[in-house]
């Protein structure tokens, strides 16, 4: 918990924020309306005596009152997906559109690449990236259960992400989902900090850097980025946003965030970033009973 | 073009015998009829599909096309096991692609869906065919594939990958 002490001047209520991380998280899982609507699977979970509440902000996600739902029939048929509440929110914002080509360039254990393809129908292609083999066989296991036909997998660095092996010029939309210090996962995850160290998250900012870099490369213009992490840390977000608005033709926009946040830092550690990545938006423990996170939405203008 | 099966590359499926240039690789023809013959689910239903082999025998199916895919670990679905003397269907196609199946389904009823997916073997009656089948059982409403059960001498037996199983 100590290496959260640093983000005191930032967080409202840090007393508050500091509980909320000691507590364990609910058990949220999201519907994957691919292989079945949303009311059929809540029947099933009432005819196996497991109960739920509705998020209201999103009709597909449900808390669970199991913290085993992958003992349901409903998971059984790929009908759920255990995904934390507020890792359900970039897919939502990327707002991917039936038919389109989008990549998601940090993709394993696929999640989020589930959801994407869920919203997009099942049509059109998503390109779902990573560059580790281990975690991509879980990816594959994951997209296979969910019933997914129109996800491609590739194994590639997405620092230099190459269209090639698909015959692309450009994706859509990207949703980069970065590699992180994962702060915001503590709750589910108690020695998320033990090995934290600054230089740590330095090093994984240069990371960061690379792969939203290519990711706005590899997007037609008037498309859409974004730039998602699950820690707080402002040198792995609104620094990396603040870098490629410098080194890509891009802008950050508005969104509408439909869970309680805070706008993103234009100021940290001496050092200020671009006034727009205050569109950013910044989630913490408290306010929704979440993991932490940082979501930023970029158009690509050329 | 293609000179020999690959297990690192995708092949799309020739869509008939005319245009094979590989022996032993399944035909789109071929994989349609068999899902309609073996289940009853007409070629209508993959209409917006198309079928790639990547390994000896190993069909996948992805939604649309793709202009040849080259270094490419996953497209789409694993789907169906060719190659051999009884063609198999994957776990999650059937799960996918089963549900409108009028033709060698067996209903489980809960017992038996629970000891299913559990993948154990059962005695059951049954006086379809013999093979693969698909294993359904009633849920929300509605019947549900559970998965591909193979029938044999009166015995059904679980054929859902131990990745798959439903643990308690």
Not at chain 1, 99 to 115: F, H, I, M, N, S
Not at chain 1, 269 to 279: C, L, R
Not at chain 2, 39 to 59: L, N, V
Not at chain 2, 129 to 140: N, P, Q, R, S, V
Request: hydrophobic content about 35%.
């Amino acid at each position: 918990m100590e290496a959260l002490s640093r983000y005191e001047p930032i967080v409202d209520d840090f007393e508050a924020f500091l509980a909320a991380c000691e507590r364990p998280l609910p058990s949220v899982v999201r519907v994957n309306t691919i292989k079945a609507g949303v009311e059929r699977a809540k029947r099933a979970l009432e005819e196996g005596d497991v109960g739920y509440e509705d998020r209201e902000w999103n009709p597909r996600v449900l808390e669970l009152d199991t913290d085993k739902p992958g003992n349901t029939w409903p998971y059984f048929h790929g009908w759920i997906h255990g995904q934390e509440e507020v890792s359900s929110l970039p897919a939502t914002v990327l707002d991917p559109q039936p038919g389109e080509r989008v990549l998601d360039a940090c993709a394993a254990p696929g999640g989020k690449t589930a959801q994407i393809a869920a919203l997009m129908d099942d049509t059109g292609l998503v390109v779902a990236n990573d560059n580790n083999l281990g975690r991509l066989s879980a990816l594959r296991f994951n997209a296979e259960r969910l019933g997914l036909t129109n996800v491609a997998v590739t194994r590639q660095d997405a620092r230099n992400y190459s269209l090639k092996p698909l015959s692309l010029d450009a994706f859509d939309r990207v949703l980069v989902d970065a590699p992180c210090s994962c702060e915001g996962t503590i709750r589910k995850n108690p020695d998320a900090l033990d090995e934290w160290t600054l230089s740590h998250v330095e090093g994984v900012s240069g990371v960061q850097k690379g792969i939203l870099k290519r990711a706005i490369q590899a997007t037609r213009e008037g498309g859409t980025v974004v730039y998602s992490t699950c820690t707080f840390a402002p040198e792995e977000n609104e620094a990396v946003v603040d870098h490629v608005l410098e080194a890509e033709g891009c802008r950050v926009v508005e969104f509408e965030s439909p869970l309680d946040s805070r706008p993103g830092v234009t100021e940290w550690d001496g050092e200020e970033y671009d006034e727009s990545v205050e569109k950013a938006r910044r989630y913490y423990p408290h306010h929704n009973d979440t993991g932490g996170f940082f979501c930023a939405k970029l158009e690509v203008t050329g | 073009m293609t000179e020999s099966n690959s297990g690192q590359r995708f092949d799309r499926l020739p869509a008939t015998a005319a245009e094979r240039e590989l022996e032993n690789r399944a035909t789109r023809e071929e994989v349609l009829e068999w899902w309609d013959e073996r289940f009853a689910i007409g070629p209508e239903e993959f209409e917006d599909h198309s079928f790639w082999e990547k390994g000896a025998g190993k069909i996948w199916i992805l939604h649309g096309e793709v202009p040849s895919p080259t270094g490419i670990e996953g497209l789409g679905m694993k789907f169906l096991r060719t190659r051999q003397e009884h063609w198999k269907p994957t776990t999650n196609a059937v799960q996918r692609f089963g549900g409108g199946a009028t033709r060698n389904v067996i209903e489980l009823g809960s017992k038996e869906a629970d000891a299913f997916v559990r993948g154990h073997d059962q005695e059951l009656e049954w006086d379809g065919d013999w093979g693969y089948l698909i294993a359904a059982h009633e849920i929300a409403g509605g019947r549900e594939p559970l998965g591909v059960g193979l029938y044999l001498h009166g015995e059904l037996r679980s054929v859902v990958p131990k990745g798959r199983r439903r643990e308690d």
